[in-house]
């Protein structure tokens, strides 16, 4: 695996353990490695800056899978974001660094720069363009200098996205040239709701928006080429024949990776790149209207300080019931699961891609759980990024998943 030596007390360190997502992946990296695959035994510890409360999580994680082991075998490490000198100790004991420690855009930097600088590989669960793009341009070259990948949006955002549309391109017979992603949530009597730390990051994210326009043009990339017919996007409010309801651009960080990985494509490995545009099912009518009187106010507070201190402070409030403090009940998370069905179009085998309409379309789709998917897609992750030597590009860097795995078997892999 590159430059990082893989002979350090952990093959993963799991860290931000105590979060609310932290805790899931305690319980599927302990999971794994009692089942294997890979590496065996997997040497795993869990990192934050408390003591008492990681060894609460390594108890709870215990209970709930029945594994005592859990509190007398695995390691805590005690690493605060704010103490560089504490990272530098963590990162230079792994192979590769889980973070789960976020907001990103106020946590993630200095936790990248000790991976790097500490020679860890690096994987998080972050859905915040700002934070990924940002880090791309900052750290690529520093990374690739040092062996080190630093591979962004491992969890729900954004891997069903991008490598589903990858599986979509391998499908295909023929050039696929523009594909709509329809993402629909479904829950249980109890609703959905998500957690806090996800709400503050669109938050900020929104509110800070006019920086990531900024961040772009930094990269100077030139446009990606349209191979085929040229995709009209649809309107803000739409109803979808697609998945039977009204359905408004996702706007979460899924375009932004995919496009990323679609360009790395394009530019290493001469791909025809795919035209992508993401979706989300909103429901009724009843869900429009309540999301426009919503969307409007969002936009309107986050623009100021104290409309974002009242966002930040009251997320049931002001989100309906979509976010909280609290987070999800385990009823409501066991009772959620998703579908991103892609729908794609291109030329056949044999057609140019220049020349007339798309003849050939397709559709795919990846479906989930809400259980545990963040936590799974970055154990999983982790798991190929440790046992696949050298990864696929062979030299580190910061990379999108796709670009990172896309050589692998990642995407065949059984659920
Ligand atoms: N991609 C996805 O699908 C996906 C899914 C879920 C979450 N996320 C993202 O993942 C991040 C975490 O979400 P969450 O809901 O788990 O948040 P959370 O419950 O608030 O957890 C945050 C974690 O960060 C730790 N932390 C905070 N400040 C720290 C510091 N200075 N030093 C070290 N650790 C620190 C906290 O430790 P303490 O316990 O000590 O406070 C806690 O472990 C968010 O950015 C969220 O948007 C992404």
Not at 130 to 135: G, I, P, S, V, W
């Amino acid at each position: 695996m590159a430059d990082v030596p893989t002979r350090r007390p952990y093959h993963i360190i799991i860290f931000g353990a105590t979060g609310f997502t932290g805790q899931f992946v305690v319980e599927e990296v302990a999971r794994c490695a009692a089942e294997g695959p890979g590496l065996s035994p997997l040497k795993w510890a869990v990192a934050g800056r408390s003591r008492q409360r990681l060894e609460e999580v390594l108890k709870q994680a215990a209970g709930r899978l029945s594994m005592p082991e859990l509190r007398t075998d695995i390691e805590v490490i005690v690493a605060d974001v704010s103490i560089e000198e504490s990272l530098a100790i963590m990162c230079q004991q792994g192979v590769v660094i889980l973070n789960c420690v976020g907001p990103y855009r106020f946590y993630g930097e200095p936790v990248v720069k000790a991976c790097i600088e500490n020679g860890a590989h690096y994987i998080d669960i972050c859905g915040e363009p700002q934070f990924l793009e940002c880090m791309q341009l900052q750290y690529h070259t520093k990374a690739l200098d040092r062996g080190v990948y630093v591979i962004g949006s491992c969890g729900f955002d954004s891997i069903p996205a991008d490598l589903g549309i990858l599986y979509t391109q391998r499908q295909f017979k023929g050039t696929l040239t523009a594909v709509e992603s329809f993402l629909k949530i479904t829950s249980g009597p109890e609703g959905f709701s998500g957690h806090d730390a996800t709400w503050q990051s669109a938050v900020y994210g929104f509110a800070d928006s006019g920086s990531l326009r900024q961040l772009r043009k930094k990269f100077g990339y030139k446009p990606l080429p349209v191979v085929g017919a040229k995709v009209q996007k649809r309107g803000f409010v739409f109803f979808s024949k697609e998945i039977e309801q009204y359905a408004i651009p996702f706007m979460g960080s899924d375009p932004s990776v995919v496009k990323r990985t679609q360009r790395f494509l394009y530019e290493e490995e001469h791909q025809s790149p795919v035209q992508y545009s993401a979706y989300v099912g909103v429901g009724g009518l009843f869900s429009i209207v309540k999301l426009f009187c919503g969307g409007v106010l969002f936009w309107f507070m986050v623009k100021f300080g104290l409309g974002r201190k009242l966002l930040t402070t009251f997320p049931s409030l002001f989100s309906f019931g979509l976010f909280s403090k609290a987070g999800p009940t385990m009823k409501q998370i066991e009772n959620t699961c998703f579908s991103l069905t892609f729908f794609g179009e291109g030329y056949s085998d044999g057609t140019d891609p220049s020349q007339g309409r798309p003849n050939a379309k397709i559709c795919t789709q990846v479906i989930g759980a809400g259980k545990t998917t963040t936590a799974q897609l970055i154990c999983i992750l982790s798991y190929f990024s440790l046992s696949l030597s050298p990864l696929v590009i062979g030299r580190g860097g910061v990379y999108t998943p796709g670009a990172a795995f896309y050589k692998t078997s990642l995407i065949d892999r059984p659920p």
